[in-house]
Nanobody
Framework: QVQLVESGGNSVQAGSSLKLSCVAS????????MGWFRQAPGKEREFVAN????????YYSNSVKGRFTISRDNSKNTVYLQMNSLKPEDTAIYYC??????????????WGQGTQVTVSS
């Protein structure tokens, strides 16, 4: 079993920046697609961004494109989500996930516990 631990969530004002980290256990980290998802109260979990094993291909949801950047450091078994120009609608619990595809919630095999991001206006 792969263990994922997120960190970096906080409460910030609109327009601020925040960087989330996710550290993974296991010896096959570089073979997994890593993804970030988020879920607000009363809403379904939604895709935010993902990145392939080599870090050469990245995808973003339309709502975060141009503001968020996903990256990974395989030497540290870590994936990051740099969030800029944060908006109140970005408020959610952010989850790190891993899998062969991991482009939607049902595609991901492993999940972290989540980290809360709150953006006030």
């Amino acid at each position: 079993q792969v263990q994922l631990v997120e960190s970096g969530g906080n409460s910030v004002q609109a327009g601020s920046s925040l960087k989330l980290s996710c550290v993974a256990s296991g010896r096959t980290f570089s073979s997994y697609v890593m993804g970030w998802f988020r879920q607000a109260p009363g809403k379904e979990r939604e895709f935010v961004a993902n990145i392939n094993g080599r870090g050469s291909i990245r995808y973003y949801s339309n709502s975060v494109k141009g503001r968020f950047t996903i990256s990974r450091d395989n030497s540290k078994n870590t994936v990051y989500l740099q969030m800029n120009s944060l908006k109140p609608e970005d408020t959610a619990i952010y989850y790190c996930a891993a899998g062969v595809v991991c482009g939607e919630p049902d595609d991901c095999n492993y999940w972290g516990q989540g980290t809360q991001v709150t953006v006030s206006s």
